[in-house]
Every structure is written in structure tokens, then in C-alpha cells.
């Protein structure tokens, strides 16, 4: 019998690891992308709530998997910057909703603009069958995430 700390799935843990620090560093690295006008953690909240559209405090803090009372306060942070609004639902009164406003998206389109800049340079550096293995390698990424949300 395996001891208790083995996992059931074998890996390769030299991949385990190099795809961490890879993936680490590009996040890192796009992070750093941002006009530091809000934290990392801000910024995931707006691009979620700009996703997800007008969108509750509760399911807000599901998506980026964060407890209630600390959402409530970012979102108060958000809201007193200008960049979200909360407005009551029209069912139910006592829930409220949270929506981006212009300066919300403005600050979400130049941070994306900024990213996206950046990886282009990246990308254009690399061999076009590098670029094929990026693009394979981008559709299992996104299938790890999309299996990890079910």
C-alpha cells in the first residue's frame, strides 16, 4: 500500500514543476502590466465583474473564490474609486448588484491594451512552429481550468 502523502495520479514532476514557474513568471510578469492604481486582487474583481456583468456580492466572491466580508470591502474600495457601482436588484431589494462604470471599464480596456502589448512583443520574437505549440498548448490550459471549475 502507498504511504498516505503519495498521490493517486502519477506525474511528471519535472513538468509539474517548470509549468508552475513558467506560468508563475508570465502571470508576474503580465501583473506587472497594470497602472498600480489598484492591486492584483482589484483588478481580478473587476475583470470578473465585467465578465459576469451586474453581478452579486455572493457570486462575486464564488468566481474569485474569496470570503463575503473581504469582497464586501473590495468592492467598497471599487465603489468609493469610482470604478463599480452597486445598485439593488430588481427582484429583490434586499440583494444588490455590482456593475462597472465608465471609468471601470476605461481602467479594464488600458490594463488589457497594456497586456496584450506586451505579450504580442513576446509572441513576435518566437518561430512560427513555436507559435503552433503556444496556441496547442493555450486550449489545454484553458481545459485544465474549464475541469477545475466543475
Not at 511528471?12 to 492604481?37: H, M, P, T
Not at 430588481?90 to 490594463?111: A, N, P
Not at 484553458?142 to 466543475?150: C, G, N, Y
Request: glycine share 4%.
Amino acid at each position: 500500500m502507498p504511504p498516505a502523502s503519495s498521490t493517486l495520479i502519477e506525474v511528471d514532476r519535472d513538468l509539474v514543476e517548470s509549468l508552475r514557474l513558467a506560468v508563475g513568471r508570465l502571470a508576474r510578469r503580465l501583473r506587472q502590466q497594470n497602472e498600480g492604481e489598484i492591486t492584483a486582487s482589484q483588478f481580478s474583481a473587476l475583470s470578473s465583474i465585467s465578465h459576469y456583468g451586474p453581478i452579486t456580492l455572493g457570486k462575486l466572491a464564488s468566481v474569485e473564490r474569496l470570503r463575503p466580508p473581504t469582497v464586501t470591502r473590495m468592492v467598497s474600495f471599487l465603489e468609493e474609486s469610482g470604478l463599480v457601482l452597486r445598485r439593488p436588484d430588481t427582484e429583490d431589494r434586499r440583494i444588490c448588484r455590482v456593475e462597472l462604470t465608465d471609468l471601470g471599464r476605461d481602467l479594464l480596456e488600458r490594463s488589457r491594451s497594456r497586456k496584450d502589448a506586451y505579450l504580442a512583443t513576446r509572441l513576435a520574437t518566437l518561430a512560427p512552429q513555436e507559435l503552433d505549440v503556444l496556441r496547442d498548448a493555450t486550449a489545454v490550459l484553458e481545459r485544465l481550468l474549464e475541469e477545475e471549475r466543475s
